[in-house]
């Protein structure tokens, strides 16, 4: 089946400093893949929408200078947290569409960000 | 507008019983899919159970089916012979137009299930 993988699982960071989470589609190619950020018992809210090549499309109240989205390959896309702050801490979620699959998104097991 | 609603925060089923988890979705595109997954607590979205809207049957997939009422907008999980490894979040996402248009998942509230032994 699709994999995909994220790192680090989980980072503790201190405020003001950025962090860099990887979400990589280990056995296809995907040409689109999808951050999503997730508080404790509550649903997954998109966050952007990434695409190979091309840049990223942000949801509405995302901040973009904030959440620095990267597609540099069709199976890697990073997620860069700017000046982290204690607000970003959360559970950040990626998952990845198979080109020209139709059912449904692979996701990464998620990175836990707590920023101190 | 609540484009997915998940109206049950928790469910408690007892072990082998069967389960429904409730869905409503909002939609003025002819062409969407609907979608079910679980997330136990490590955190790890599980694709369970997928039907499309043009799809006539309800779908299945072993212990999981969804019951589709079109024009209600319903798109109902149920879990036969629950097990206990079936606690978990259990989240109902929909993807507006055609499966090659974005593919951008809208997800509900989220209904937290425990499987009583």
């Known amino acids: 089946g699709a994999v995909v993988s994220q790192h680090p699982s989980w980072v503790i960071c201190k405020s003001g400093t950025s962090v860099k989470i990887e979400c990589r589609s280990l056995?296809?190619?995907?040409?689109?893949m999808f951050w999503y950020r997730q508080f404790p018992k509550k649903s997954l809210m998109l966050m952007a929408t990434?695409?190979?090549?091309?840049?990223?499309?942000?949801e509405q109240g995302v901040e973009k200078d904030k959440f620095l989205i990267n597609h540099a390959s069709l199976t890697l896309s990073t997620l860069t947290v700017t000046s982290a702050h204690p607000e970003d801490s959360s559970f950040y979620i990626c998952?990845?569409?198979?080109?020209?699959?139709?059912?449904?998104?692979?996701f990464g097991p998620g990175t836990r960000l707590t920023v101190l | 507008a609540q484009k997915i609603t998940q109206t049950q925060p928790g469910m408690f089923v007892q072990e082998k019983e069967a389960v429904t988890l409730d869905c409503t979705y909002d939609?003025?595109?002819?062409?969407?899919?609907l979608f079910w997954y679980k997330q136990p607590s490590s955190g790890e979205m599980i694709f369970l159970i997928y039907?499309?809207?043009?799809?006539?049957q309800n779908a299945t997939e072993g212990r999981y089916s969804l019951n589709f009422q079109k024009a209600r907008k319903s798109a109902n999980l149920v879990i036969s012979a629950s097990q206990l490894g079936d606690s978990a979040m259990y989240f109902c996402?929909?993807?507006?137009?055609?499966?090659?248009?974005?593919?951008?998942?809208?997800f509900g509230q989220g209904t937290e299930l425990s499987v009583k032994p």
């Open positions: 039907q499309g809207s043009y799809d006539q």
């Open positions: 996402a929909m993807r507006e137009g055609e499966y090659n248009q974005g593919g951008k998942l809208i």
């Open positions: 056995d296809f190619q995907a040409t689109t």
């Open positions: 990434s695409n190979e090549g091309s840049k990223a499309t942000y």
């Open positions: 998952s990845a569409r198979l080109a020209g699959h139709y059912n449904e998104q692979f």
């Open positions: 939609t003025s595109d002819p062409s969407y899919g």
